[in-house]
């Protein structure tokens, strides 16, 4: 019995030796893996930070690129305002250099224009005496003109060289119109007719009485014999007529000198 006992309480030391070894195993393995989830926890908030910053660089790397292309563009764009700038600049000089240049042209235009038109006033009284007061007349209202405030020198130049137009195209043409002339001492109602700056006739309406003007002696002769074909040139000139060869009293050209 005595050694049945001594068996049993060996046994039973055995047995709680190992359920106290079995309990500090226990305790290590739950320490473990406690650290365990610890290092796992903080392994997944370093990656979490890990990823914030990633993020964050991200974005502030397509931040910096898109800041490095609005920089670009505004390079590009200053240097084409700067090229506006010195564009304008230049255009300014040469502004006021217009101004200055333009201001010694009016000095000059005045005296230029005044003396053309004393010019052309010379030529219209030597020239054939086709609608002589109209032309005088209209030289006389540029003459008025210019001694008018409200025309600028500019305006006052063109209406003179608009005279020189106009008489530049009685060269080239030819026209009719009815006035009055002396005709054997009497003023009679006839048609005039010119052929640019060569001849000038005139017929009266019955036709009676045909005359050219002789430039020589500032008088009208007698032509007669050119009265069918002086009708038909104011025919032509009024556009009753289709245009023609005609024979009319020209005079001979003179030579040259």
């Known amino acids: 019995m005595k050694n049945h006992r001594l068996k049993v309480m060996a046994m039973s030391a055995v047995l709680s030796t190992g359920v106290l070894t079995f309990a500090t195993h226990a305790q290590d393995v739950d320490q473990a893996l406690k650290a365990g989830a610890d290092k796992v926890q903080a392994a997944q908030a370093s990656q979490k930070r890990v990823d914030n910053i990633a993020d964050k660089t991200y974005d502030i790397l397509q931040d910096f690129k898109t800041v ?13 305002l700067d090229r506006q700038i ?3 600049r230049q255009a300014m000089a040469d502004l006021a250099e217009s101004i200055e240049n333009a201001t010694l042209m009016e000095r000059q235009i005045i005296p230029l224009t005044i003396s053309m038109l004393d010019a052309l006033k010379q030529f219209v009284e030597l020239d054939l005496p086709f609608k002589r007061e109209e032309r005088l007349e209209a030289i006389a209202t540029v003459r008025t003109n210019l001694d008018n405030s409200r025309f600028s020198a500019a305006e006052k130049f063109r209406q003179v060289l608009e005279l020189y137009d106009i008489e530049s195209q009685y060269s080239r043409t030819i026209d009719y119109y009815e006035g009055m002339v002396d005709v054997a001492g009497e003023p009679r109602q006839v048609n005039i007719f010119r052929v640019g700056r060569v001849a000038l006739m005139y017929q009266t309406t019955d036709q009676a009485s045909t005359a050219v003007w002789n430039s020589d ?10 009265r069918s074909a002086v009708a038909k040139g104011i025919r032509i000139a009024k556009k009753q007529a289709a245009i023609d060869i005609l024979t009319l009293p020209i005079p001979a050209p003179e030579a040259a000198q």
Do not use: H, M, P, R
């Not at 002696?217 to 050119?226: G, H, L, M, Q, R």
């Open 217 to 226: 002696a500032s008088t009208w002769d007698e032509v007669n014999n050119f």
């Open 68 to 80: 490095n292309k609005q920089i670009e563009g505004l390079k590009v764009y200053n240097a084409q």
């Open 86 to 88: 010195a564009n304008q």
